[in-house]
């Protein structure tokens, strides 16, 4: 059992070691759930690859509340400092902008509004993959997901 244990570490920090950010071209699917002082929201959004150090993309988010449901769609574009900061390859650390629309559903009974409109967001995150494919990201700020969020990563 040791033994499989000690090849399984030995298999995944080898290839971690050949994880690159998305380079011109690739695609990356991002999902998973944000923190904020109201509600759980949810997340999936796609980055583009512009060149090494830039990417673009979308996001969809939502959150489903007792009193009504609360959905973003923003575009994002994030630099990423790996290159920069000569940082290990299956890191990646990265800043941007975001720019999108808020949506506010308000539930049966409700006649609230919580600002639906046009919503702006600038956001840090990093990314650790322990595949060439496969990695975990946290994100504090950004636009449609409040607070931060952080999920999983993945290559295409």
Excluded: C
Excluded at 31 to 51: E, Q
Excluded at 55 to 70: K, M
Excluded at 115 to 129: D, P, T
């Amino acid at each position: 059992m040791k033994k499989a244990l000690l090849l399984i570490v030995l298999v995944i920090g080898a290839a971690s070691m050949f994880a690159l950010p998305l380079d011109q071209g690739q695609m990356q699917v991002n999902a998973g759930v944000g923190f904020s002082t109201w509600g759980l929201p949810v997340y999936a959004g796609l980055d583009y690859g512009i060149n090494p150090d830039i990417t673009v993309g979308g996001e969809l988010s939502a959150r489903l509340l007792s009193y009504g449901s609360w959905v973003g769609v923003y575009a994002n574009g994030n630099y990423h400092f790996v290159n920069l900061l000569n940082l290990p390859s299956n890191t990646d650390l990265y800043a941007g902008l975001s720019l999108g629309f808020n949506l506010w559903l308000p539930g049966s009974g409700y006649a609230g509004t919580y600002g639906s409109g046009l919503g702006f967001g600038v956001q840090v995150g990093g990314r650790y993959y322990f595949t060439d494919q496969l990695g975990v990201n946290v994100e504090f700020g950004g636009g449609s997901v409040s607070g931060g969020k952080i999920g999983i990563s993945y290559k295409l």
